[in-house]
């Protein structure tokens, strides 16, 4: 299978799955690679596969410059960064990493409820500044009882609820339509989810459809004392009008683990206390990145001895 | 008000005068947080030896008489010296949920009963214990600082954590903060045990008598005991050794039940791989190499401050004060445990 060119066109770090797929491929890292247009014009009769990840995959231009693609591997669970339409209309088939993810996912999503209401982060920071002195005491929120609302109850949202019904926390959600077999409260739009809890947690697929589905009027419904988690999609949030809200008080806090425009964090929020800046780490633990590695590199194995993918999407 | 009197030329003042006094001798945390107010009954008066320009123990001899129980906190210690100034007290009812500040055999010889904050706190310990193993295994506030620094822009991703789902997670002390933590930390798919000085009946969580095999046995430790003579420097360097290079430890209880200068060298040495702690040996003091390390994360001992918590804590102080006071039983009684 040497011979077989597999593109890598997210900037991926994981040395772990370069050195699988080195083994196996000819990999060509897109990332690295200066002039890319030429790139693809010399060597895209090679190229079968592509492996993306959340920040860079398939568009409908990528696709369009690689003539014998036939399999997108994605190292993610999210497929917002592929052109799906297109794969389905050239036949190419796509695969992701579902489920060994989930749970690094929902633990984060409640380490960051955690540390949002308790100032974890902050209370580091205090106590490392040296600045702390006896008789100094501070009040932070309760995290028990507190009430979560959940956009999206696939795999992950299932595990946030499962978590944070552990700390007593009364589970709301929307969906697009309400599930019939989940005990939790419904509600039909995310403005009354975010209403109706204290704590909303963005855990949906971003498509076209939930595109900015946190907006002012969600965030005004959220309030003063409501907190926003992330661990969707950058783009599931309007960013400018989260970060004016946190500014000016109409938002209680956030817990954020994507952003608009990765790497780059919107300044403003970096001087705020009732926010945690994390850098998409959502899956980002030795183990988990080992088993998405393996998902990956198997499943494009597998599509190349014509066995049955081990996680299809398409 | 509550005080059977005819002469209706009595101030509020003289009335108070007559109340039961309960005495304090620092003001707890909890009076500055949510106020003092909070805490005010019309069944007894507070006297703050901190509020008075006399030297303690004339304080104590001039109100001795009336002075029927004592409101201590961490911060506030009851000894026999104090006990002994006080004859009349029939209580001490503490803010805090550790005893250690107090005397417990010399109020048990006085026949002194004592009541602490009970269960109010539990859930926010429990919490914080859980936020604090999160943080320290997926580098919650060591990446969150990264971020702020424009590090992750400038320098790229930050290095992989650790999985909390599927750890073994081994508790100090199962008692109601012990027994919260475990329940949080089973949702999160950890497999749990723990030790305590008698196994639980009807607990199905594995038990380990002694406290190294179980650091050798789970991935993270975490402390959710008192601190008694037996279990201080109980976490030492062999529990440290046994716990491991790959192993973390959670404090929510005392300081100076972990080793903390051998704590301190394990980390350093790379000996164990991180360390999540609300509480020191010697606070506000922190050791200053915590400082450049990336892998443990510091909190202010404020695991109980929240004004949930401390509002439930006001009640139980004021409930348990009045139950005294009228011949009730205590709503949080401290009875030692087996």
């Known amino acids: ?139 932070t929120t309760k995290f028990t009882g507190k009430s979560v609302g959940i956009i999206g109850l696939g795999r992950i949202g299932l595990a946030i609820a499962k978590r944070a019904e552990a700390f007593s926390c009364p589970i709301s959600y929307h969906t697009r339509a309400e599930k019939s077999d989940v005990k939790y409260k419904y509600y039909p739009s995310v403005v009354e989810l975010a209403a109706n809890c204290q704590i909303l947690v963005v855990a949906c697929a971003l498509t076209e459809e939930t595109r900015h589905i946190i907006n002012r009027e969600v965030i005004n419904a959220l309030g003063p004392k409501g907190v926003l988690i992330n661990i969707g999609r950058g783009p599931h949030v309007d960013e400018p009008e989260l970060v004016s809200a946190l500014v000016e008080g109409r938002l209680g806090g956030a817990g954020l683990d994507v952003f608009q425009d990765e790497p780059n964090v919107p300044e403003e929020l970096f001087g705020l206390e009732n926010v945690v800046l994390l850098p998409h780490v959502g899956s980002g633990t030795m183990e988990t990145r080992k088993e998405m590695a393996d998902l990956v590199v198997g499943n494009l194995e597998a599509h190349f001895l014509n066995k049955p993918l081990l996680t299809p999407v398409l | 008000m509550g005080v059977n009197n005819t002469d209706s030329d009595k101030t509020q003042e003289e009335e108070q005068k007559d109340l039961p006094k309960v005495v304090l001798f620092r003001p707890p945390p909890a009076f500055s947080l949510i106020g003092e107010e909070s805490f005010a009954s019309n069944k007894f008066h507070f006297l703050k030896t901190y509020d008075s320009q006399l030297p303690l123990d004339q304080f104590l001899s001039t109100h001795s008489h009336s002075i029927k129980a004592i409101l201590s906190s961490g911060n506030a210690p009851v000894n026999a010296d104090i006990l002994q100034l006080l004859p009349e007290v029939g209580v001490v009812v503490t803010t805090s949920a550790g005893l250690n500040q107090i005397d417990i055999p010399e109020c048990r010889r006085r026949g002194i009963k004592i009541a602490n904050a009970g269960y109010v706190y539990s859930a926010d310990v429990a919490d914080m214990a859980v936020g604090l193993l999160i943080d320290v295994l997926r580098k919650v506030s060591a990446s969150d600082r990264y971020v702020r620094q424009g590090l992750w822009a400038a320098k790229g991703n930050y290095p992989l954590g650790s999985k909390l789902s599927g750890k073994r997670a081994g508790i100090v002390g199962l008692g109601n903060i012990g027994y919260e933590v475990a329940k949080r930390l089973e949702a999160f798919g950890c497999f749990v045990s723990y030790n305590s000085r008698k196994k639980k009946p009807n607990v199905s969580y594995p038990f380990y008598h002694d406290v190294c095999e179980l650091a050798a046995n789970c991935d993270a430790l975490i402390i959710c005991c008192g601190l008694s003579d037996e279990t201080r420097h109980m976490i030492n360097k062999q529990v440290l050794s046994a716990l491991g290079k790959e192993g973390v430890i959670v404090n929510i209880g005392r300081g100076a039940i972990i080793d903390e200068k051998e704590m301190v060298r394990c980390l350093m040495q790379g000996e164990i791989a991180g360390a999540g702690l609300d509480v020191f040996e010697n606070e506000p003091n922190v050791p200053k190499e915590f400082f450049a390390m990336d892998n443990v994360v510091l909190s202010p001992h404020r695991a109980v401050f929240t004004p949930e918590s401390l509002k439930d804590l006001s009640q139980l102080v004021v409930g348990n004060l009045e139950a005294f006071l009228s011949n009730k039983p205590l709503l949080s009684e401290y009875v030692d445990s087996e």
């Open chain 1, 1 to 139: 299978m040497e011979s077989i060119g597999v593109l890598m066109t997210c900037p991926l770090h994981d040395p772990y799955l370069v050195e699988q797929l080195e083994k196996r491929f000819t990999l060509f890292k897109f990332h690295s690679i200066p002039d890319k247009a030429h790139f693809l014009n010399s060597n895209k009769a090679s190229i079968r596969a592509v492996v993306g990840s959340a920040s860079a995959g398939a568009d409908a231009k990528l696709i369009h410059q690689l003539p014998n693609l036939e399999i997108v591997s994605s190292f993610s669970v999210g497929l917002d960064k592929i052109d799906l339409a297109k794969c389905r209309e050239r036949g190419i088939r796509v695969t992701n990493t579902p489920d060994v993810l989930t749970d690094d996912v929902a633990d984060l999503a409640i380490g960051l409820m955690l540390a949002v209401l308790r100032r974890l982060c902050q209370s580091d920071r205090y106590v490392r500044s040296g600045q702390w002195k006896r008789g100094e005491y501070k009040l």
